[in-house]
């Protein structure tokens, strides 16, 4: 393992020096634990979180902690097409600047996906709890603020942490504050699941918050999308499991989770403004939803583009000329940004990285376990792709990633007939 080593303050008047290493696997850990902990804190762009993910991007290869396999190779090549049909696109866009910038920070968020994908491959389970920790600390840092915010339990900080009656805590928007308190949600699940006793208490006290701040997000999506993801959880664990305890916990776990839910929501529905909103937002007839400028009148309109204009009509040029926003479904927006052959591939990586995972957590391994969770989270985040536009979320490529390394983690180690437990 390569060490940076450097020079402590002599002794013995300068005649005795001794030295201290660092590895550069801590230095590589460092740097993935700043970038996932910082994830959550998006007031403004670029975040700081971008700035230790640009460390992460660098530094991870040059120290030499990164394992490249065939998953994470294939799907950056799909983003690559991907990123260079949209900037080719973008000289046709209304919107040229903000455009180009666009699919540069895409370019971004896939190099970062992939180099953390090889960070994870090459040493998988102690650098998956790493990342699943610190993503959960973050998560916590956002729902902590979310709630001060939305309660007001800190003077002044409602704005800050609010948006139109909805907690967005510390992310720009309440929609992407539900959308990223998902997955930690099914981390902490799978916790109770088959984690320790020891831990089960532990996961029970930090999903409290993850979930109130999650319902008061009041996001229709992440509702949708943490929904399936628990239902795939709780299946994958009940058709991969040899023991009667683990099923007896499930029913246990499952019980206690509906219960808690309950008393949430009619708690928080006991406050006459969250009772409005919830009543407003559970509603399926929205006004910003139907007619030919609403939503899903956006989307039909997107979809006629698309079957005129093979080569695509350019980034942001949908929201710009012929709607007043963007589509809400990512699928959509990539045909729209990139043209068939790139909306195309932005699907295959999608649906291949999903699928994927679902075929590699079928093999009883010590890597079963992380599939399941990055795999049941990331199903809940194509799914909400649908709904909304998720290609700039840093948690979708965060998820992603750790597919992409789980799987090529999981491939080579059957390569070599690794054990199984």
């Known amino acids: 393992m390569s060490t ?87 000289s046709v866009s209304t919107a ?27 040493d998988p389970e102690p650098r998956f709890r790493l990342v699943m920790v610190c993503y959960v600390v973050a998560c916590l840092v ?19 942490f609010t948006n139109y009656g909805r907690a967005r805590g510390t992310f720009k928007d309440p929609n992407v504050l539900g959308a990223a308190l998902a997955p930690a949600v099914i981390f902490l699940a799978w916790v109770a699941l088959r984690g320790p006793l020891r831990h089960v208490l532990l996961a029970a006290a930090a999903s409290l918050p993850l979930v109130l701040a999650l319902l008061l997000s009041f996001s229709r999506g992440a509702w949708a ?43 928080a529905l006991q406050v006459d403004a969250v009772a409005s909103l919830f009543q407003e937002r559970a509603s399926f007839d929205q006004s910003y939803d139907a007619g030919p400028e609403g939503r899903f009148g956006g989307q039909a309109k997107a979809v006629a583009l698309i079957l005129e ?67 049941a989270a990331f199903a809940g985040l194509v799914f909400e792709g649908f709904v909304v536009d998720t290609d700039h979320w840093r948690h979708f490529f965060v998820f992603m990633a750790l597919i992409w390394g789980l799987v090529d983690a999981e491939g080579a180690s059957a390569g070599r007939g690794g054990p199984s437990s």
Do not use: K
Not at 4 to 28: H, M
Not at 241 to 262: C, H, K, N, Q, Y
Not at 346 to 366: D, E, N, P, Q, W
């Open 4 to 90: 940076l080593s450097l020079p402590s303050e002599p002794t013995d008047g300068g005649l005795v020096g001794s030295r201290w290493t660092v590895s550069a696997a801590t230095l590589a850990a460092i740097a993935v634990a700043g970038a996932m902990v910082t994830s959550s804190i998006v007031f403004s762009e670029p975040a700081v979180a971008d700035v230790l993910m640009a460390a992460v991007i660098v530094g991870l290869p040059m120290l030499g902690v990164v394992r490249f396999g065939n998953a994470a190779i294939l799907n950056f090549v799909l983003w690559l097409v991907l990123v260079a049909l949209s900037l080719a696109a973008c």
């Open 96 to 122: 040229f600047s903000t455009a180009l910038t666009h699919q540069v920070v895409t370019l971004f968020l896939a190099l970062g996906a992939f180099v953390l994908a090889g960070y994870i491959s090459a």
């Open 142 to 160: 956002a729902s902590l603020a979310a709630l001060a915010g939305y309660f007001q339990i800190v003077p002044g900080m409602n704005e800050l």
């Open 225 to 267: 999308s943490v929904a399936l993801s628990l239902v795939l959880v709780g299946w994958l664990a009940l058709v991969t499991t040899r023991r009667a305890e683990d099923f007896r916990r499930l029913i246990a776990v499952a019980a206690l989770g509906m219960v808690a839910l309950v008393v949430a929501i009619g708690g």
């Open 309 to 375: 204009n093979p080569f695509g009509i350019g980034t942001h040029t949908f929201r710009n000329t012929y709607h007043e926003e963007e589509a809400h479904n990512v699928y959509l927006s990539q045909f729209l940004n990139a043209g068939w052959v790139g909306g195309l591939a932005y699907v295959i990586s999608v649906l291949g990285t999903l699928a994927a995972g679902f075929y590699a957590l079928r093999r009883r391994s010590r890597l079963q376990g992380p599939l399941i969770i990055a795999t």
